[in-house]
C-alpha cells in the first residue's frame, strides 16, 4: 500500500468554503423550499461583458479552420495578452513590466498556492492574521509547518496581526522572514495598503533579503485614486516583490478561468551555498513543467478585456458590485453593527452582533433568515467574532437580504 503525505493530515477537517457547502446542503434538504441568499463564496452573477464573449465567439470560429487552429500555447501565455497587460496594467501606472515577466494561468488561486515551490521547506513564511486560507494550507501540504496549536495557528508560520486596532493591516515582522504574503485590496477584511504603507514593506524586504507575495487580485474595485494598485508603483518592489492578478472578479471569469502572476526578473532568490537564482526561471521552469498553458479562446477573451468597449462594460459591472457593497454597509451599520470594508473591495468585514462565535452566526444567517455569509473564523484566529458578506450578488438578492436580517 502506498504510504501518503502525511502533512495532509495536519490540515483542518475541511477548506472553509467547502465546509459552507456542506451545512448549506444539509440546510436545504431538510428545508426544500426555503429561499437561499448566498452572499457567502466571491463568484460572480454578472455574465461575461458582451465584447469578452463576442471575442470568445470569434476566437471559436477561428478554431474551426484549419488556418485558425491552434493547439498547444506558450505555457507563458500568448504574446497578445501580456503585451495588453503590460500597457493597461503597468505603463498606464508609470510601470514598466516586460511580458517576459508576466506567466498567463487559470488563476491566482492557483498561482498563489503554487509560488510555495520555489522556496526551501526550511524558509520561514509570515502571513497576516486573518488570511485568505490558501496562503496557509499549501505551506502546511508542503510540509512546511508543524502540527496546528491550541491557538489554530501552525506551528512554523509566523502570523502577523491584522485586527480592528491597526485597522486590519499588518506591520512587517520583527523575527527573520523569508517570505510574506500581502493581499491588497485584503480578503476578507477590504482594507487597502497606501502607498507609505506598501513603502514600508517593501524597504523591510530589501533590508532583510525576503520576498513579497502579493496578492492584487481585488485591485480593479479600488475607488481612491491615490490608493497603489499595483506594489510595482513602489519604487525598488520589482527586487523584492511578486504579483498576482486575475481576470475573476474583475471580468467575471470565475467559470472561464484566466488570470496571471508578474515575477520580475530581478527578484532573486538564494541557494544553500548562497549562489543568487531568478525566481522568474524558476517559475517559468515550474509552470513549462507542470503547466500546458490557458486556452487560446479563454486568452482571447481576456485580451478583449482591455478593449475601449470591455474597459467600458467592465467598469458598469464593477460599479453595480460596489453599490451591492454600499447597501451592505449601510444595512448592517443601521443595524448597529460595527462595520468594515466595501470601499476598496467587495467585501464587507462585520463585527458578530451580541458576541457570537463566527459559526453561531454563519448558522443563524442560515436557519433563521436563509442568507449565506462567511464566518470570520474559516480565515484563521484573529477572523472570530467576525463575519464576511459579499458584494457579489443581485442588487434585488442583496437587498432582500438586508431587510430579512433587520426584520429579525
Request: hydrophobic fraction near 40%.
Amino acid at each position: 500500500m502506498a504510504r501518503i503525505n502525511e502533512h495532509y493530515l495536519k490540515l483542518k477537517a475541511g477548506y472553509l468554503f467547502p465546509e459552507i457547502a456542506r451545512r448549506v446542503k444539509a440546510f436545504q434538504e431538510q428545508n426544500p423550499k426555503a429561499r437561499l441568499i448566498r452572499l457567502g463564496i466571491g463568484d460572480v452573477v454578472l455574465p461575461l461583458a458582451p465584447a469578452v464573449v463576442r471575442a470568445m465567439q470569434e476566437a471559436c470560429e477561428e478554431m474551426a479552420s484549419e488556418e485558425g487552429f491552434h493547439g498547444y500555447g506558450p505555457e507563458r501565455g500568448y504574446e497578445f495578452l501580456s503585451s495588453a497587460i503590460a500597457k493597461h496594467d503597468y505603463a498606464s501606472r508609470g510601470v514598466e513590466i516586460k511580458t517576459s515577466e508576466i506567466f498567463i494561468s487559470d488563476g491566482s488561486k492557483c498561482d498563489s498556492g503554487n509560488i510555495q515551490e520555489l522556496f526551501a521547506l526550511s524558509s520561514k513564511v509570515a502571513v497576516a492574521d486573518p488570511v485568505y486560507p490558501v496562503y496557509v494550507d499549501t505551506n502546511v501540504m508542503a510540509g512546511r509547518t508543524g502540527e496546528i496549536l491550541k491557538s489554530g495557528h501552525y506551528e512554523g508560520i509566523v502570523y502577523l496581526s491584522a485586527t480592528q486596532a491597526n485597522h486590519f493591516k499588518p506591520s512587517p515582522p520583527e523575527e527573520k522572514v523569508d517570505v510574506v504574503y500581502l493581499c491588497s485590496p485584503n480578503n476578507p477584511t477590504g482594507s487597502v495598503l497606501t502607498k507609505e504603507e506598501l513603502q514600508t514593506w517593501v524597504h523591510w524586504a530589501k533590508e532583510n533579503d525576503a520576498v513579497i507575495l502579493y496578492d492584487a487580485a481585488y485591485e480593479a474595485f479600488i475607488q481612491d485614486p491615490n490608493l497603489p494598485h499595483s506594489i510595482y508603483e513602489i519604487e525598488g518592489a520589482k527586487e523584492v516583490a511578486i504579483e498576482f492578478r486575475s481576470f475573476s472578479k474583475t471580468a467575471g471569469f470565475t467559470g472561464t478561468r484566466c488570470a496571471f502572476t508578474v515575477v520580475p526578473e530581478e527578484v532573486l532568490g538564494k541557494t544553500q551555498g548562497g549562489e543568487k537564482v531568478s525566481l522568474n526561471q524558476l517559475w517559468n521552469r515550474r509552470q513549462s513543467t507542470k503547466f500546458n498553458g490557458v486556452s487560446y479562446v479563454i486568452q482571447k477573451a481576456a485580451a478583449a478585456c482591455y478593449s475601449a468597449l470591455g474597459q467600458e462594460q467592465i467598469q458598469a459591472n464593477i460599479k453595480y458590485y460596489m453599490e451591492n457593497a454600499g447597501l451592505i454597509r449601510e444595512g448592517l451599520a443601521s443595524m448597529g453593527l460595527e462595520v468594515f470594508g466595501g470601499e476598496h473591495a467587495p467585501y464587507i468585514w462585520a463585527k458578530t452582533p451580541k458576541g457570537l462565535g463566527s459559526w453561531d452566526f454563519f448558522d443563524e444567517l442560515l436557519n433563521k433568515y436563509q442568507v449565506v455569509g462567511t464566518p470570520g473564523a474559516g480565515f484563521g484566529p484573529s477572523g472570530e467574532g467576525y463575519f464576511r458578506l459579499s458584494a457579489f450578488g443581485k442588487k434585488e438578492k442583496v437587498m432582500e437580504a438586508i431587510e430579512r436580517i433587520k426584520k429579525g
